[in-house]
């Protein structure tokens, strides 16, 4: 493999995520996200963290703010109810000091919304599918903006390698711990007592 595939493989999972990153930056920049990016803090009760699967991404990151005494749940944005966490994220999850043997998936239609949730997506299209399935534009945000390094697209590591699986992974904590920083600051009832 090239140092330039390598490079992508390792940081951004595929060309495909290389590109989303970018994009997403460039929507950033542009200002186009900006509704998703300064929620409310100090009013939210519940942080759930949103995917495409609720196997990988948002249960790694339920697994994190769980650990930092976060009220919390996770979803995915089409998903089977029930599902385990999938396998190399149980692994990866291991390596950084974090449990997901017992997670269960949960389906957008099997979640209950309440008002003073705030919903975390992975991607700006999951910030969409959020607003389109009727979840209020300002109960949504995205979790990147809170990541270091900054990165509003966090791309989907399913069936990736196992080196993107640790960025992606180490890039949900940063940005979890990042959050959960402004949610003491704004005294976020989300956080446990």
């Given at each position: 493999?090239s140092k330039t595939l390598t490079l992508i493989d390792t940081n951004y999972g595929?060309?495909?995520?290389?590109?989303?990153?970018?994009?997403?930056?460039?929507?950033?920049?542009?200002?186009?996200?900006?509704?998703?990016?300064?929620?409310?803090?100090?009013?939210?009760?519940?942080?759930?963290?949103?995917?495409?699967?609720?196997?990988?991404?948002?249960?790694?990151?339920?697994?994190?703010?769980?650990?930092?005494?976060?009220?919390?749940?996770?979803?995915?944005?089409?998903?089977?109810?029930?599902?385990?966490?999938?396998?190399?994220?149980?692994?990866?999850?291991?390596?950084?000091?974090?449990?997901?043997?017992?997670?269960?998936?949960?389906?957008?239609?099997?979640?209950?919304?309440?008002?003073?949730?705030?919903?975390?997506?992975?991607?700006?299209?999951?910030?969409?599918?959020?607003?389109?399935?009727?979840?209020?534009?300002?109960?949504?945000?995205?979790?990147?903006?809170?990541?270091?390094?900054?990165?509003?697209?966090?791309?989907?590591?399913?069936?990736?390698?196992?080196?993107?699986?640790?960025?992606?992974?180490?890039?949900?904590?940063?940005?979890?711990?990042?959050?959960?920083?402004?949610?003491?600051?704004?005294?976020?009832?989300?956080?446990?007592?």
């Amino acid at each position: 493999m090239s140092k330039t595939l390598t490079l992508i493989d390792t940081n951004y999972g595929t060309a495909r995520g290389l590109v989303r990153t970018v994009l997403g930056q460039v929507a950033y920049i542009s200002g186009s996200i900006n509704p998703f990016l300064n929620p409310r803090l100090e009013s939210i009760e519940r942080i759930v963290f949103v995917c495409l699967g609720n196997i990988n991404r948002s249960a790694f990151a339920e697994a994190v703010a769980s650990a930092l005494g976060v009220k919390t749940c996770s979803i995915g944005l089409s998903t089977t109810t029930g599902h385990p966490a999938f396998e190399k994220a149980i692994q990866t999850a291991d390596l950084l000091g974090f449990e997901l043997r017992n997670h269960s998936a949960t389906n957008l239609t099997d979640y209950e919304f309440r008002p003073n949730d705030l919903l975390l997506a992975m991607e700006i299209r999951h910030a969409h599918q959020l607003r389109d399935a009727g979840i209020p534009t300002e109960a949504i945000a995205l979790l990147g903006h809170w990541s270091a390094p900054h990165r509003v697209h966090l791309h989907d590591p399913h069936t990736l390698s196992d080196a993107y699986f640790r960025t992606c992974f180490t890039l949900l904590r940063s940005a979890v711990e990042g959050l959960v920083e402004d949610l003491k600051t704004a005294k976020s009832p989300s956080l446990k007592t």
